[in-house]
């Protein structure tokens, strides 16, 4: 089957992934993986660890290869602390698995991992990510990793001294320039767990107690020919179990991981930059994989972190971080799907939750007009056509996507009113109005939930209800002459492409200037102190909404009434 698409980062990560394949097992499923702990909200840093292999494997789909992409939900994991704003009763908890944690105040999830999990395959559904999701919960307790588990227990001298080779080397100190970067090498906090070192030798399995519950276990014996495991537990217990029934335990990280890709026949997973150092699970991984369960070790890069704009780095052990879900309320799937499919994943770039996202938007809508009229570059229609849609089919979109600006602009204006929010939009443009606001959702919906939610009270518009009196007195002779010129020209053009002529045209005219005059120095000065007075006599301050806009929300009426002196 042909290329879908032109040559990008996607697509060469693509050509990589099926030619090793076909290499390591011709004409079987190719699997692209992933793995996210629902041990807090999965924010969308950890959204960067879904989007990478999700975007890779919808272009071998596309290609007609068949192609699965596992999520392994890392909900055996243990729970590490408790994340701010939950009652610190949640303490008690600490050690035991996810799924064995009550899920947080007011939940209707029956534990803590399903609670978190749900909000993020919701928001998976609505991005068009494809996804076969794997309990590790389910895996361990079912036996179904019983083989790969006393494997590596026979295999403990082996992988002991594999780790012994990272335990005495110096990590490479890495200049830390940014305050993202800096928390961003904390990471989920599995890299930096225990690989199962104790005073009483090398166990790469540990229980959980039978007892408490948790995982404040020391395996002190075990015997290889009857698979006895003696354990002692911090709450006092101690216990003898047959490995080869045991079903209440994990391999440590370091081990976990490799032993995941051998039984998957993962060829293809991305990692944090946690997990690539000198030393950590994705290095250390690689070898065990290969010398202990004789499998190849994925490909896939290094991603970077994802910030947000205004906002430190993204940890959710610290709660308040946003999520997918956060970001879909106030992005369309294809703004969010775009801004992965953009970047290389070794590049980090932030998510716009201030007035940046009104940017974002813009640029969006130039990459859209650019490809509707063939002058986007090849590599910029690969990354719109993977935001727009998979190999399934097209995301749901905005019928007529307004600017996301003038749509917020007037729900800011209009508080949401829908009567008001559709004359507005309607005098737009009077040539093509628009007659239902169905037309501008969901763009309209993410547009008043960004003003309702992200922007401060102080930062909404609030229209005068009556003339400032004082300051219209005092205007000056060229100023009233101003205010003349526009209300004069109101009625012809009152539309948002008239308005906006007119309201940099009124300088042009005070200076004897021709409406198509190039703009100077000198009259960008007056354009600037003519839009601060509008909006003093508007709203009350020097700034506001795009002065057509709001115009337009005002109304020929309203607007006649606080400008005339």
Aim: aromatic share 8%; proline share 7%; net charge negative.
């Amino acid at each position: 089957m042909a290329r879908s698409i032109e040559a990008d980062w996607v697509s060469r990560f693509a050509d990589e992934v099926i030619a090793e394949a076909e290499r390591r097992a011709p004409g079987k499923t190719i699997v692209c993986a992933s793995g996210l702990s629902p041990s807090g909200p999965i924010h969308l840093g950890n959204l960067r660890e879904v989007m990478t292999p999700h975007l890779v494997a919808d272009e071998i789909r596309r290609r007609g290869h068949d192609c699965v992409h596992i999520i392994s939900w890392d909900d055996f994991d243990r729970f590490r602390k408790v994340p701010v704003g939950i009652d610190e009763a949640w303490n008690e908890h600490i050690g035991k698995p996810l799924t064995s944690v009550p899920a947080p105040p007011g939940s209707t999830y029956p534990n803590w991992a399903e609670h978190f999990k749900a909000a993020m395959a919701a928001a998976l559904t609505e991005l068009g990510v494809e996804f076969r999701g794997i309990s590790q919960t389910q895996m361990y307790t079912s036996g179904a990793y019983r083989e790969q588990i006393l494997l590596a227990m026979r295999e403990r001298g082996r992988i002991d001294a594999i780790l012994a080779q990272y335990r005495t080397k110096p990590k490479a100190a890495k200049p830390v320039t940014d305050a993202d970067e800096a928390a961003a090498l904390e990471g989920s906090g599995a890299a930096g767990e225990d690989d199962g070192s104790a005073a009483t030798g090398y166990f790469p399995y540990k229980p959980y107690c039978s007892v408490c519950d948790r995982d404040l276990t020391t395996v002190t014996s075990y015997d290889d020919d009857t698979t006895a495991l003696d354990y002692t537990c911090a709450c006092g217990h101690a216990e003898t179990v047959l490995l080869s029934e045991h079903n209440h335990g994990k391999l440590v990280w370091k081990v976990d991981w490799p032993m995941r890709w051998a039984y998957e026949g993962v060829v293809f997973e991305p990692s944090g930059v946690d997990h690539t150092s000198p030393g950590s699970s994705f290095v250390v991984g690689g070898q065990i994989v290969r010398d202990v369960f004789k499998a190849d070790q994925p490909i896939g890069p290094m991603y970077a972190f994802v910030g947000i704009s205004g906002m430190a780095k993204m940890s959710s052990s610290k709660g308040g971080v946003p999520t997918p879900a956060d970001a879909l309320e106030i992005m369309e799937p294809p703004l969010l799907r775009w801004l992965y499919a953009r970047r290389r994943p070794n590049q980090s770039f932030k998510v716009a939750f201030d007035q940046e996202v009104q940017r974002m938007y813009d640029e969006w809508d130039s990459l859209v007009r650019k490809v509707a009229d063939g002058t986007a570059q090849p590599a910029d229609i690969a990354a719109h056509q993977r935001s727009v849609g998979t190999a399934a089919g097209l995301l749901p979109a905005t019928p007529r996507p307004l600017p996301y600006r003038t749509l917020a602009s007037i729900v800011d204006i209009t508080t949401g009113h829908d009567e008001q929010t559709l004359r507005i939009l309607r005098d737009l443009d009077p040539d093509s109005p628009v007659t239902s606001l169905d037309e501008v959702r969901p763009r309209l919906d993410r547009a008043e939930r960004w003003i309702t939610t992200q922007v401060p009270a102080e930062q909404r518009t609030q229209v005068r209800e009556t003339p400032d009196a004082d300051l219209l007195t005092s205007l000056s002779e060229t100023e009233r002459e101003s205010l003349r010129i526009l209300l004069d020209g109101l009625d012809e053009h009152w539309s948002l492409d008239g308005l906006t002529t007119l309201v940099y045209g009124v300088p042009k005219i005070q200076a004897g200037l021709t409406p198509d005059a190039k703009p100077t120095p000198e009259l960008k000065t007056a354009q600037r102190e003519f839009f601060a007075l509008l909006y003093k006599l508007l709203v009350g301050r020097d700034t506001g909404p795009r002065l057509p806009t709001l115009l337009l929300a005002v109304g020929a009426d309203r607007v006649h009434k606080l400008l005339t002196i």
